[in-house]
């Protein structure tokens, strides 16, 4: 994936309600927790057991708290998407004869992840109620700082077991995210962690490293239509039933998903 610089606007808050974490013996509330300092995150999980902040903080543009689980001396936070932004080079898919025509003035396009072929769009794609898709954020307290040591991307499906990778590339198939050849992001807390790995992420092109044999998926998957009467392409909606998203998707294994839901 390619990383895009963008200007910091970091924004995070702790959310009113009352939220609360669990040590093993005692819940804390974490709006009298601070986030920003290890002896008051890992320290006072203490175990190696992973413990759950739930809704310990939301960022910018995007409206769902961001969950956190401390195991093993890392932070791991996941993050909700309610959509997919999938930025590259679109191609026409030829459409199979038909009887009677196809109707004049619609083209199906989807992407293509190759740089010299196609048109440039960046494209916003709605998850359905029934996929759950998680960006996940791996850090640790380092040198008076969060460090980011990872992300992962993967969904689950409404009554399916497991996780699952979507056919996008950019992705191992472990759900490990290439976030660019020179990415690396710290900061003083983890909101501001978090909002800066989430930024890089919407924010980017995706190419065609690591598609391998997902693109036949991904061009299934993700489609829009351009209409001859209307300026703004059309988004077709991801499939919602489950056997359909099962077919397009692989599950996938990696210790880090469990700590995103």
């Given at each position: 994936m390619l990383h895009v610089s963008l200007p910091r606007r970091i924004h995070y808050m702790i959310l009113d309600k009352p939220c609360y974490?669990?040590?093993?013996?005692?819940?804390y509330d974490v709006r009298t927790v601070r986030l920003n300092n290890s002896a008051d995150v890992l320290n006072k999980l203490g175990s190696t057991a992973a413990k759950r902040v739930i809704a310990a903080f939301m960022i910018a543009d995007n409206p769902n708290p961001i969950s956190v689980v401390a195991a093993n001396s890392l932070c791991y936070m996941g993050i909700t998407l309610d959509t997919l932004r999938v930025s590259c080079r679109y191609t026409v898919i030829p459409e199979p004869p038909r009887s009677p025509p196809v109707t004049p003035g619609v083209t199906t396009l989807a992407p293509?992840?190759?740089s010299d072929n196609g048109v440039p769009l960046s494209i916003v794609f709605p998850v359905p109620a029934s996929l759950q898709v998680r960006l996940g954020v791996v850090a640790n307290y380092e040198g008076g700082q969060w460090v980011w040591r990872g992300t992962n991307l993967a969904a689950r499906i409404?009554?399916?077991p497991g996780d699952w990778?979507?056919?996008?590339p950019n992705v191992y198939t472990d759900s490990s995210v290439c976030m660019g050849r020179n990415f690396g992001?710290?900061?003083a807390t983890l909101a501001e962690l978090v909002e800066l790995v989430y930024a890089s992420f919407v924010s980017s092109t995706w190419n065609?490293?690591?598609l391998e044999s997902r693109l036949d998926k991904a061009r299934t998957m993700f489609r829009i239509v351009l209409r001859s009467t209307t300026p703004e392409p059309e988004i077709v909606p991801l499939p919602a039933a489950a056997d359909v998203l099962k077919g397009l998707m692989t599950p996938v294994n990696h210790p880090a998903l469990v700590h995103y839901y």
């Open positions: 974490l669990f040590d093993g013996t005692s819940f293509s992840f190759v409404t009554g399916v990778l979507l056919p996008l992001a710290a900061s065609s490293d690591l």
